[in-house]
């Protein structure tokens, strides 16, 4: 069995692991059931950059859409891709709020508009860079 744990506070995520693994002991004591636990690799929290989070949020104003900051600790693509340099995420709405299962859905104008802030930040970081 796999067992993924995840935070944006790895301090969070090894104490987690070892209240798992002491559970784990506990259950094993009582009922003779043996558990192993091996080692993993395990991707490193990455936060989000501030500075492309203004860029992004600053993008969606100029096209008159709504923003809001989230946290995500799920592991996107972007959680490897910060160890080669800063990233930022731009999430669109699931209808009902579901994501990551077969269920997801987004609506054709929400995804239009994600990729329309996609191309006004890449725009925005472009223009930024020609300035220095």
């Known amino acids: 069995m796999g067992l993924e744990l ?6 969070k995520i090894k104490t987690l ?8 002991d506990e259950i094993g004591r009582l009922n003779g059931t043996t558990f192993h636990f091996s080692p993993h690799d395990m991707s490193a929290p990455a936060l989000t950059d501030k ?6 949020g600053a993008t969606a ?3 008159n859409l709504s923003t809001k ?12 891709m910060a160890n080669l340099g800063p990233i930022g995420m731009i999430f669109i709405p699931s209808v009902g709020g579901i994501s990551h299962s077969p269920k997801e859905f987004s609506k054709p104008g929400d995804i239009e508009n994600g990729a329309n802030v996609l191309l006004g930040t ?8 020609d300035l220095k």
């Open 69 to 80: 900051l989230m946290p995500s600790g799920a592991g996107h693509d972007a959680q490897e």
């Open 61 to 63: 104003q100029r096209l």
């Open 51 to 56: 500075f492309l989070q203004g860029i992004i």
């Open 6 to 11: 995840r935070d944006l506070d790895a301090s």
């Open 122 to 129: 890449i725009r925005s970081l472009d223009a930024a860079r």
């Open 17 to 24: 692991f070892d209240r798992c693994r002491e559970a784990a």
